[in-house]
């Protein structure tokens, strides 16, 4: 993990979540792979990015814009350890 004040969510939890380790069952990792956002929520996401470039996304708006991109990165930190996990599982069973 970073060691500066500049350390993020993503880098605490990919140290506790431990992504590099592939030890999930290939049942919850298969699982967790079918992890998505809704089609509203991805709507939204969309409409808070396309505002946010064009300068026009308001405080509380970019507030949410970055609680969905925090949720986000974690899921894919959890999904990243999923895919390693059934590599891995692939690869004993070979």
Do not use: C, H
Not at 34 to 47: D, G, L, P, S, T
Not at 49 to 62: L, P, Q, S, V, Y
Not at 71 to 91: C, E, Y
């Amino acid at each position: 993990m970073a060691n500066s004040t500049n350390t993020t969510e993503s880098d605490i939890l990919s140290d506790v979540i431990a992504a590099n380790r592939g030890d999930l069952s290939p049942e919850v990792a298969k699982s967790v792979l079918k992890w998505k956002f809704k089609a509203a929520a991805v709507r939204r996401i969309n409409k808070l990015a396309d505002r946010n470039r064009k300068g026009t996304i308001t405080d509380a708006e970019r507030e949410q814009l970055q609680r969905y991109l925090r949720v986000g990165s974690l899921v894919n930190l959890i999904q990243a350890k999923a895919r390693l996990s059934l590599q891995s599982a692939d690869s004993t069973e070979a």
